[in-house]
């Protein structure tokens, strides 16, 4: 997905709320619907992220407390009224989910140097007819399955962080949420409060093994709904049923849109966030199709431009020659110490040697995947690349007045001493392969 500008685009990316499966706890669910009038005392199954272990989150929490000094973290999860839940499902703040891996709605983190509280709503047998049970302050599966030793009722946040915040020099939390740094003000008018981003934003660059193999297996399922849809493309196709088989793609295993798909032909193609989808497709056309999965609340981030009829023209391959040529450049300099600046240059420099296209390269190459598609490091990031890091790689050329748009863009895992392409098992080469 195209790199924007100002840094991490933060907000409701990805679409992928988790929800227990098990049998017994679908026969518990049950049970409670049928008993709505009163609170169901049997407690819920874990939410936390699977995959992943609570020791995992314990120790990003860890690492996010060294940072604090005299400070306190105060992060608000998401709440139902936050998401269009009818329309998504529930997801998590990423931020929040990031520190905790909890991914029910309603929850508040409060961390000091030396202490973390996990704050959960109250059980709600109404609305536990809708959502099914959940885990509550007070249930003794609490702690277990938060991995949080004090865990305790939304209601008395304001009193446990008016404590914290008594002799703390300052108060992160995540700035654009609202009316949230004004809640905290509140409670707190004497603490300057920061923005919590940028500190977690450091931790988030840096990818665990877990982390990987959710991107790897994203990137996987990407890739066949490519592949998939390569396969449907032809003349007189509809962009939306380009998309509609790659979607279909990523629900029969169990993932989702990282992002809304751009399936972008013809005049569409300059655009670079177009996502419509609603052209037919014509002949002799490129089709930039921007697409990639979200699975196990993680991205991965995939564009491949193909020709409608099978066969470029000759300015169509020319084109998409020098595109190729700059991603292979700046894949080749991606290594430990590289920036974004500098691979950003080497990309748009190549494009100016190879038809004097740099003019038309309008967007940086290159921002960190996660639990976002654009997620750290951010592309403005002057920050040294660390193996790791998950990135992406994406030149392209826009010419609208050709009616022309190109964009190549792989994911790229940075190394000990170099780079691995995650994305390289899905054809971009026309000198070794007919692209689909």
Known sequence: MAAEEGGIREGPLIRTGLRATAPILELMRGLCAAASLFVCL??????????????????????????????????????????????????????FLYLTGWNEPGAILLLTSESETLF????????????????????????????FDQVLSVAQFEAQFAKAAESAEAVLTVRDRRDLPARLERLTPKREIRDARAPIAALRAKKSPAEIAWIE?????????????????????????????????????NCRTAYTPIIASG???????????????G???????????????????????????RKFTPRQRELYEAVLGAGKAAIAAVRPG???????????????????LGKYLTHGISHGVGLEAHDAPAHTSQDKFEPGMVITIEPGVYLPEESTGIRIEDLVLVTATGARVLSAALPKDPATSNVR
């Open 42 to 95: 049997v407690s819920a199954a874990p939410a936390a992220m699977p995959g992943f272990t609570n020791a995992e989150f314990a120790a990003r929490r860890q690492a996010m407390r060294r940072t604090l000094g005299k400070s306190v973290l105060a992060l608000y999860g998401y709440t139902a009224r936050d998401v269009d839940e009818l329309r998504t499902g529930f997801y998590q703040e990423p931020n």
């Open 217 to 253: 297996k994203a990137t996987q399922v990407s890739m066949d709904a490519h592949r998939a849809a390569w396969r449907r493309i032809k003349p007189g196709v509809f962009e939306y049923q380009a998309a509609a088989t790659m979607v279909f793609a990523m629900l029969d295993r």
């Open 120 to 147: 959960l709503p109250p059980r709600n047998a109404a609305v536990e007819r809708y959502t099914g049970a959940k885990i509550a302050p007070g249930d003794t599966q609490a702690s277990e399955a938060t991995g």
């Open 283 to 309: 002949n002799g056309e490129l089709i930039v199709m921007d697409v990639a999965a979200s699975c196990g609340e993680y991205a991965s981030d995939i564009t491949r431009t193909v020709p409608s009829s």
């Open 267 to 281: 005049p569409n193609g300059p655009v670079l966030h177009y996502a419509e989808n609603s052209r037919q497709i």
């Open 338 to 356: 590289a920036t974004m600046q500098e691979i950003n240059k080497i990309a748009k420099d190549y494009l100016e040697a190879h038809g004097k």
